[in-house]
C-alpha cells in the first residue's frame, strides 16, 4: 500500500509490525486462526509450481512457513494471470490443517468499490473501468468487511474474505477480471 507520510523511530524499530501499514494485515494476504505473516527468513514461501505460456501464467507457492499456526499442515497459494477475451488474474488459497480454524484473505485498494452481491464486488478503475471482482468458496461460506487504514499513509480500504465459521479445510478463490462500464 505503500509507506508511510513521514518515518519515525518506530518505523524501524521492534514495532515496525505492530503497525497495520507495514505488517501483513495490511497487504492482500490470508491471515490464518486471526493472526498475520511472520517476518524472517524462515517465513520464505516455496516455490512449488511455475508454468508459462501464451495464455496464461501461474506461479503455485506453499506459504505455510509464514504463518506460526499450531496444527496448520499446509496453506498454498497460487497465481494465475490469464490471457485474451476472457483475462483475469486468479489467486486460490488452499488450506489444510488439524483442527478447525479460521481462515481470511484480503484486497487492499485505494479505489472506491461497491459489494454487488454476497460473493462479489466492483473496483472502480477509472475512465470508464472496473474490476470485477468473485469469490468462490465452494464448502466454506465467506463474509465481506472493510475498514480504512490510516497509519500516517494515504488511507486504503481493506476488504476482508473471511470464513463465517472456523473450517479444517479449504479453499478461497478470488478473481479479478477487467470491465467496461458505462
Not at 494476504?29 to 496464461?56: C, H, W, Y
Not at 484480503?106 to 477509472?126: H, K, Q
Not at 472493510?146 to 497509519?151: G, N, V, Y
Request: include cysteine; charged fraction near 25%; glycine fraction near 6%.
Amino acid at each position: 500500500p505503500g509507506g508511510p507520510h513521514t518515518y519515525t523511530a518506530r518505523t524501524f524499530s521492534s514495532e515496525r509490525y505492530a503497525m497495520r501499514l507495514f505488517s501483513s494485515y495490511g497487504h492482500p494476504v490470508p491471515r490464518v486462526a486471526g493472526r498475520n505473516q511472520k517476518g524472517g527468513r524462515t517465513a520464505a514461501a516455496r516455490i512449488l509450481r511455475t508454468a508459462f505460456s501464451d495464455e496464461r501464467d501461474v506461479i503455485e507457492m506453499d506459504i505455510t512457513a509464514a504463518y506460526d499456526v499450531p496444527g496448520l499442515r499446509s496453506l498454498v497459494r497460487t497465481f494465475e494471470f490469464v490471457r485474451g477475451p476472457n483475462a483475469a488474474l486468479v489467486i486460490t488459497d488452499a488450506w489444510a490443517s488439524d483442527a478447525p480454524l479460521d481462515f481470511e484473505t484480503a484486497i487492499t485498494t485505494r479505489s472506491a468499490w461497491r459489494c454487488d452481491g454476497p460473493l462479489a464486488l466492483t473496483l472502480d478503475a477509472g475512465e470508464r473501468r472496473s474490476v470485477a471482482v468473485t469469490i468462490e468458496a465452494p464448502e466454506n461460506r465467506i463474509e465481506i468487511s472493510s475498514e480504512t487504514i490510516e497509519e500516517d499513509c494515504v488511507p486504503f480500504t481493506r476488504i476482508a474474505l473471511r470464513t463465517v465459521r472456523p473450517f479444517p479445510q479449504g479453499i478461497v478463490v478470488v478473481r479479478c477480471s477487467p470491465k467496461l462500464t458505462e
